[in-house]
């Protein structure tokens, strides 16, 4: 297993991360236990989560892929000071949590307790901020004028960030979490965090996780350099888009129990003719290097400069084992000129 650091924390973190999503929907304890002691065996030491798991997100399901992961840590205390742990508190939008309401200090404090109790450990690694407060960029309001940066004051979102980082610091002083990072955010938030940070003598993000693949690349190359500028660990997540770089729902397929079987909060907005054109266009490189689609699009992801770790899921433990298979060998020059032609003409799919 390859190791990298993450950003400016000091902390080893596999180059493969785990992620547990589908942890209490789509998977149950027994499928969990046998993914984390795979993982670990595998030397990953990277697990990724968060209070609004499992997705799709609802009322019923808020809140167990947590306590699924800490009825694991529980069975397994002796593992937990070799894992690298890693949630989020949920943005604004669903009512179950918090009224719905936006991320503040006080949200971030009594979500810390919270996320903690459900895990059952006395620490987080890694403690992220699951979307911004304001609209950004993400889950498909990639397109220009999907909606208007200046419909937001930037003073009132500088003094929201401020808060937020107040909130951080008191956990951090409390020995709660280690080291904090964002998610679904931008340069500008990336910086106007760090601005922040350094003129307070507060917290400093250390770590960002973006949606970032073969059909997502829009994170190349402004926020890539950004993040290795600053040393800001890019935590790609849905390197697969949502399953449908494995090429398991080209030619309308639907398969049972999949992601796309279930009703999506956001709709597959990446369903559209350019991605599955995409889609068989990766799949015949891949045939030609004799590896599966889905280990094509995670050796690409990881070998984009400024990457540090990528989240993979997985609902069975054969998808588990080709993911991670994936990371053991780099693609060669040419299949990455392959790929290199395809995203050209396919460069914003969805």
């Known amino acids: 297993m390859q190791f990298s650091t993450l950003g400016s924390s000091g902390e080893s973190v596999s180059r493969i991360c785990l992620g547990s999503m589908t942890w209490g929907l789509q998977n149950n304890q027994q499928d969990a236990d046998q993914q984390i002691a795979y993982a670990l065996e595998q030397g990953i030491n990277f697990i990724d989560t968060a209070e609004m798991y499992a997705v799709p997100p609802s009322a019923e399901t808020y809140g167990k892929t947590e306590s699924i992961i800490g009825d694991y840590l529980k069975r397994h205390t002796h593992q937990r000071k070799d894992i690298v742990l890693a949630s989020k508190i949920a943005g604004n939008g669903l009512p179950w949590v918090r009224e719905g309401g936006p991320i503040t200090g006080d949200a971030v404090i009594s979500s810390v307790d919270a996320s903690l109790k459900r895990l059952q450990t006395d620490?987080?690694?890694?403690?992220q901020l699951h979307w911004p407060n304001r609209t950004s960029p993400h889950f498909g309001k990639h397109?220009?004028?999907?909606?208007a940066f200046s419909d937001t004051d930037t003073s009132q979102q500088m003094d929201s960030m401020l808060d937020i980082l107040h909130g951080l610091a008191e956990c951090v002083k409390a020995g709660k979490i280690r080291h904090c990072?964002?998610?679904?955010?931008?340069?500008?938030?990336?910086?106007?965090?760090?601005?922040?940070?350094?003129?307070?003598?507060?917290?400093?993000?250390?770590?960002?996780?973006?949606?970032?693949s073969l059909l997502h690349a829009k994170d190349w190359p402004y926020?890539?350099?950004?993040?290795?500028?600053?040393?800001?660990?890019y935590l790609p997540w849905s390197p697969l888009a949502?399953?449908?770089?494995?090429g398991k729902y080209l030619n309308g397929q639907c398969p049972p129990g999949s992601r796309w079987s279930i009703k999506q909060r956001n709709g597959l907005f990446r369903d559209t003719p350019e991605s599955e054109a995409a889609v068989k266009a990766y799949q015949e490189i891949a045939q030609a290097n004799e590896i599966t689609t889905a280990q094509l699009a995670l050796k690409w992801c990881d070998q984009v400069d400024g990457v540090t770790s990528t989240i993979i899921g997985a609902t069975?433990?054969?998808?588990?084992?080709?993911n991670i298979e994936a990371f053991k060998a780099p693609l060669s020059e040419q299949a990455l000129s392959d790929i290199s032609a395809v995203l050209k003409k396919y460069p914003a799919p969805f």
């Open 123 to 127: 620490y987080l690694d890694l403690y």
């Open 143 to 147: 397109s220009p004028n999907s909606y």
């Open 181 to 212: 990072g964002l998610s679904d955010d931008t340069p500008w938030g990336i910086n106007a965090f760090l601005k922040l940070s350094e003129q307070y003598n507060l917290p400093r993000m250390v770590s960002i996780q973006n949606e970032f």
């Open 223 to 233: 926020l890539i350099e950004n993040c290795v500028r600053e040393h800001i660990a």
């Open 242 to 246: 949502t399953g449908m770089l494995s």
């Open 316 to 322: 069975t433990m054969s998808q588990l084992k080709e």
